[in-house]
Structures are given as structure tokens and as C-alpha cells.
């Protein structure tokens, strides 16, 4: 066998430290042995001597003896010097296995150590017949939390949940801090018995639920459970592999982002549909950041009308894809995707300020409105990067309306209000969309300084067909009055429906009945006929830079 030899000063070291230790452990040895073979002639010397029967033995001899014992004396503190390192070392070994297996907050495994804890457990669930359930636990709007109350109150909050979802697990279960606010937890179950993998998640959920106690306020947070299971009863060799330990994670991870995406605050078990809409999420997630590179993503404007007298009065702004891949993709398919990147900001303002440049050409009657997304809302900035678009662009304030939905209100209701008054201060107006799908209360509309309110389309577009919607849409409207903020109505799509809604009074309209939402290029080509475009801009140039979509795909 060859063995490498140390290099560096510390190798050095070690190598001279060791060859004194063999030296001092070798003089020891040797001492022993002369002390055997001298101190039989010597003491019985001496003690004949210190009796009177006997002359002293040979000086020589004595010395040697004492020699010897000193040597002998040396080498035993050595070897016990030598044990206490050797003890320390290996303490200090451990020690560092823990800090490298452990994760430091809360005192679980952390994602290096759970791949060969789950082998472990793999392989005892083998020796009983037993299954194998892998759960990955991920805190709902952990983010929002950590950046409300900052980051002891964070740690709190995962420290207390670990302590809660241990004390669910059944014995000899594994669970570990993956990073951030995700966890993973690994047991073993009767095969014949997955109903009891379902207890164990929903004591999960149920714990983790309560309220958490930091300082003086109580938080409440939720979590998003995925499971992934195997059985093992009739395992290859009796061995288990290690890529099947990172299958099961992979796969609970993707039940688990299943959860949060039916709503979080639940548990999903693994299907393989799921995977195949994993995949899909991974290529829009790629192609959303290629397409911000790319300039793929561009404002439609839908037409906002007065109904009384079927004046064209504004525009709202849509967003949309324009993807090599997949065509025009609407709103609803990358705005999730995008708002659980994080870009959604960046991409946002890049579509306003691109529409703020459109709507510069427009009839200054003309307003421009823009939907802004609840995620936008949390940044405390938000408010001053709307105005400085504005300035960038040169842009009227009072020709801006922002549209925010109901659930807004009801995160951060102070921080909306702030933002709300800034924009206002600044000729700014501000509707609430989507209003009767959430849960705004008369006192937030009162306290609230909003411009309008914008009924949701579920209502407008089917009043012809549920009697129910139109007394909902009565009322709303009367409302509307009640407070003195004028009425959108959204998703008007037919004639019966527009007259229903003339005879509630004088309201704005917008929907596909008007036509569907069309790019930049169409609108100005509209505006043109209809002599609603700028004064500079009443002669549009052929050679725009932006080419007009057929109308099949304007839709």
C-alpha cells in the first residue's frame, strides 16, 4: 500500500510530530525491557542490602535502573497525552460531522445528510416490508412574512415549525431543513396502510397552522405538503440505490408545488401528470426570461366604452406573449409563473412603459388604464416607480388609471393605503377591479380613496342567463352611487347584456362585445379612422416599426 505524504507546513509538522511520538514510544519500549532485565539483578540487590544480608549493588546498575524508570515514567505520560489527543480529535471529528450534517437554526438534517438518511431508513422499511413516504414541506408566503417582520421573527417562526412537524412524525422518521422554509420528512409505513402517510400530513398541516407567538403579536402561517412514496417490499438485492432516495424528493417536491398551486395549505400525493406539468413550468419559466430579453412580451389594449353614448373613452392595457414556441400566449398562463419568479416588477414596468409611449399618440381624452399585480404591492417602492415612469415618458398623470384587485386589501391594507394616497397626490386614478369576488368591506371603500369601481366580468357576462348576477350587479351599482364612485362593468359580450346594463345608468363598458383586445399597430390604425389620434400623430407613418397581427391572432 503507498500512502501519499503530506505536503505544506502543516504536513511537515505532522510528520515531525509523528516521528517524535514513535521515538518517544520507542524509548519507552526499551526502557521497559532493560528495566526487566536489569531491575531483577538490581532490587534484589538492594533489598538484601537495605537488610544487612547483602552488599549495595553495583552503582552502575542503580543508575541505570533509575534511568530506566524515569524513561518508563516518560513514556507513560506520553501515551496518556497521546490518548487525550486522540480523544479530542475524534470530538472535535464529530463535532463537525454534526455541523456539517445539521442544519444550525433548527436542528434538524440539512439537504446534504438527507439522501443518506433516507438510504437508511430505506433499508431498514426493506427488513420490515415496509413503504417509504417522502414528504417536502414548504411555508406558504414565508417571503412576505420574513419582509413584513423581519428576519429574528423569521427564524422564529422556522424554528417553531421544525419543533411542530417533529412532533407529529412517528418514531424513527427523518426530517431535515432543505434551505429557506423548506423542509423534508422521511418515514416508514404499513404498505397496506397509505391512509396513515394522509394522518401524518394533515397533523402536519393542522400543527403548523397555529398560531406562532413572536414577542408581542401572533403570526399565522401555512404549508404546502407533497408526498412521494415507494414500496420496498420486493427490493433489487435487498439494496437501496441512492438515485431512488433523490427520485422520491424530486417527486414530492413537484406534488408539493402541485399544492400550493390548488391553493396551498394542503397535501398532494405524487401523479405523474404532475411531472409532465412540472416540465411544462420549467420551459415557460425558461422562455419568460428569454422573452424579457427578447422583447416578446407586448401590451394589447381592450377598448373601454361610455355606454350611454358608445364613445370610445380609453384603453385597458393586457399583457402578452408574443412566443416563438407557443404562439400569443394570454395573461393567464405566464403572470402566475412570472409573479413566483420574481420578475414580475421588472416585466410589469417594461410593459407600461412601452404602453405609456403607445398611449402618447392616443387623443389626450383617451385614458390609459393598467392592472397592477398583488405581488407589485408589496414592494414599498411601487408608488414612486409608477411616477418615475411617468416622467421618464413624459406622460399625464391624470390620463393614468391603476387597477388593483380585492385581494390586495387584504395583506397589507396600511402599505396599500400609502401607496394609494402617493398615487393620488399625483393625479393618478385608482380603481378596485374584480370587485364582488373578494372580500372588501364598506369600511375599506370608505377609507380607501378609489376612483371607481370595476365589477368582475363572472357577474356582467352571464346577467342575460342568471337572474341572480343581475341583482348582484343592481346592487353593486347602487352601491357605486351610494359612495359617489363610478361603475366599469367588465365582460359585456352581447346586446342583451348591453341593454340591461344601460337602463342601471351611466356606466363605463368594456368586453369582447367591442371587440377583442388588439396590439399597438391595430389601435392606431382604429384611432386614425375614428380621428382619435394626437395631432402629431394624425398622419401615422406606413413604415411602423411594430407589424400588424391578422385579427385571427389579435384575439
Not at 19 to 31: H, K, T
Not at 263 to 271: D, K, Q, S, T, V
Not at 412 to 422: D, K
Request: net charge negative.
Amino acid at each position: 500500500m503507498v500512502f501519499e505524504k503530506p505536503v505544506g507546513k502543516d504536513g511537515d509538522k505532522r510528520l515531525d510530530k509523528a516521528g517524535r511520538d514513535i521515538v518517544a514510544l520507542g524509548i519507552a519500549a526499551a526502557a521497559i525491557i532493560m528495566f526487566l532485565g536489569t531491575g531483577g539483578r538490581v532490587l534484589p540487590q538492594a533489598a538484601r542490602a537495605l537488610t544487612g544480608s547483602g552488599v549495595a549493588p553495583d552503582a552502575l546498575l542503580v543508575n541505570a535502573v533509575l534511568l530506566n524508570i524515569a524513561l518508563i515514567i516518560f513514556g507513560w505520560r506520553r501515551y496518556r497525552d497521546l490518548t487525550q489527543e486522540v480523544a479530542e480529535r475524534q470530538k472535535a471529528e464529530n463535532a463537525a460531522r454534526i455541523l456539517a450534517e445539521t442544519d444550525e437554526l433548527t436542528g434538524s438534517l440539512n439537504r446534504r445528510s438527507i439522501t443518506p438518511a433516507t438510504e437508511q431508513l430505506m433499508a431498514s422499511a426493506i427488513e420490515r416490508g415496509h413503504g417509504l413516504a417522502f414528504l417536502m414541506i414548504d411555508l406558504d408566503n414565508f417571503k412576505q412574512i420574513n419582509d413584513v417582520n423581519g428576519h429574528m421573527v423569521g427564524d422564529e417562526m422556522l424554528r417553531t415549525t421544525a419543533i411542530r412537524i417533529k412532533q407529529e412524525l412517528p418514531e424513527d422518521s427523518v426530517i431535515a431543513r432543505l434551505g429557506g422554509d423548506e423542509f423534508a420528512c422521511v418515514l416508514a409505513y404499513d404498505s397496506l396502510n397509505t391512509g396513515s402517510v394522509d394522518k401524518v400530513a394533515a397533523r402536519i398541516i393542522d400543527a403548523v397552522a397555529q398560531p406562532i407567538k413572536c414577542g408581542h403579536q401572533e403570526l399565522d402561517v401555512t404549508v404546502s405538503v407533497g408526498i412521494a412514496t415507494a414500496e420496498l417490499a420486493n427490493p433489487v438485492a435487498g439494496e437501496a440505490e441512492p438515485a431512488f432516495a433523490k427520485t422520491l424528493m424530486h417527486r414530492a417536491d413537484i406534488a408539493m408545488y402541485h399544492a400550493k398551486k390548488q391553493g396551498r395549505n394542503r397535501f398532494f400525493w405524487f401523479e405523474t401528470p404532475m411531472e409532465n406539468e412540472q416540465r411544462f413550468r420549467k420551459e415557460l419559466e425558461v422562455g419568460i426570461r428569454r422573452g424579457m430579453v427578447e422583447g416578446e412580451f407586448v401590451p394589447f389594449y381592450e377598448q373601454q366604452v361610455d355606454l350611454d353614448t358608445g364613445e370610445l373613452v380609453g384603453f385597458e392595457m393586457l399583457a402578452r406573449w408574443l412566443s416563438p414556441d407557443m404562439g400569443i400566449v394570454g395573461p393567464d398562463v405566464f403572470i402566475p409563473v412570472a409573479e413566483e419568479m420574481g420578475v414580475i416588477g421588472d416585466l410589469s414596468e417594461e410593459l407600461i412603459g412601452i404602453a405609456l409611449e403607445d398611449a402618447k399618440t392616443w387623443n389626450p381624452k383617451l385614458t390609459l388604464s393598467i392592472n397592477i399585480s398583488p405581488v407589485q404591492l408589496r414592494d414599498p417602492w411601487f408608488s414612486q416607480k409608477i411616477l418615475k415612469l411617468l416622467t421618464k415618458h413624459g406622460f399625464p398623470p391624470n390620463r393614468l388609471e391603476i387597477e388593483i384587485t380585492e385581494s390586495c386589501l387584504h395583506e397589507n391594507l396600511n402599505v396599500v393605503r400609502t401607496m394609494i394616497t402617493s398615487l393620488k397626490n399625483q393625479g393618478v386614478a385608482i380603481s378596485l377591479d374584480d370587485f364582488g369576488t373578494g372580500y372588501s368591506s364598506l369600511a375599506q371603500l370608505r377609507s380607501l380613496p378609489f376612483d371607481r369601481i370595476k365589477i368582475d366580468r363572472s357577474f356582467v357576462s352571464e346577467m342575460d342567463a342568471n337572474r341572480g348576477n343581475s341583482k348582484i350587479v343592481d346592487a353593486i351599482v347602487s352601491l357605486g352611487e351610494g359612495l359617489k364612485l363610478p361603475i366599469t362593468a367588465e365582460g359585456i359580450e352581447s346586446d342583451v347584456v348591453l341593454d340591461q346594463l344601460r337602463k342601471l345608468g351611466p356606466l363605463k363598458g368594456q368586453g369582447y362585445f367591442y371587440g377583442r383586445p388588439e396590439d399597438a399597430k391595430t389601435v392606431t390604425t382604429r384611432l386614425a379612422g375614428l380621428g382619435l389620434l394626437a395631432a402629431e400623430q394624425a398622419e401615422p407613418a406606413e413604415d411602423a416599426d411594430q407589424p400588424m397581427l391578422p385579427s385571427s391572432q389579435a384575439n
